[in-house]
């Protein structure tokens, strides 16, 4: 087999991974989209024009794939083009701290500059976060009604492995490699924390600070609690 270089090697993980996001974007959001656009675009408009079809842009199945098509390729556009930046800058970073190695400048750190003429050094442990972080910002940091709903799906999943990594901590022991194994009571305990907290603030901000909740959010709770 023909061994590529690096740069060659980052370049090809970055591609493949740019496809396997875009196809897992259209296969996870295309049915979703399908279904949204039906239940609460279709089927409203069908029946406040008494079971027309017409809406003057292709009817009723124009519209309904319109919506899931903007959707879907927005997803699938976005979780790829991430998945390339993600891949590209972790092969940066490795390549930088390679060639710290092979200058005898020690492989297991990056230095970045900073404004005082010295350098901000951080662990190869940390190239995920920064490579994540600037994938956020650039990537998913417009917001859209697509990617607003990633990263708040995103964001119940941090807060549940934070809450795991914080009481593993507080136990002395690591939850993750050569750390004891997180038990089913473990995962219970989490859960009731997480949602104690979300939704006394849930109810709160219904309460006091109706105006910051998603207008989704809000008409939700608006017809159930009202």
């Known amino acids: 087999s023909i061994s590529m270089p690096p740069p060659l090697q980052t370049l090809d993980s970055a591609l493949t991974t740019f496809l396997s996001g875009f196809s897992y974007g259209v296969s996870v959001r295309l049915p979703h989209s399908l279904l949204h656009a039906f239940l609460f675009g279709v089927l409203p408009a069908v029946r406040r024009q008494g079971g027309g079809s017409d809406d003057g842009k292709g009817g009723v199945g124009g519209h309904l794939l319109r919506e899931a098509g903007n959707a879907t390729w927005e997803h699938a556009r976005t979780l790829g083009t991430f998945g390339f930046f993600y891949k590209m800058s972790m092969g940066i970073l490795s390549g930088v701290r390679q060639c710290r190695r092979r200058r005898g400048g020690g492989g297991g750190v990056v230095s970045v500059a900073d ?44 807060v549940f492995g934070l809450v795991k990594i914080w009481r593993a901590g507080v136990e002395g022991r ?53």
């Open 115 to 158: 404004d005082g003429g010295g350098s901000i050094v951080f662990p190869s442990t940390l190239d995920p976060l920064v490579a994540g972080g600037l994938g956020g910002y650039f990537v998913w940091g417009r917001r859209t009604r697509v990617n607003e709903q990633v990263v708040m799906y995103l964001i119940g999943r941090v």
């Open 174 to 226: 690591g939850g993750g490699k050569g750390g004891r194994a997180v038990g089913k009571r473990d995962r219970e305990n989490d859960y009731r924390v997480v949602s104690t907290v979300v939704w006394a603030l849930s109810m709160w901000m219904y309460e006091e600070r109706r105006e910051v909740l998603p207008g989704g959010m809000r008409r939700s709770m608006e017809e159930i609690y009202r």
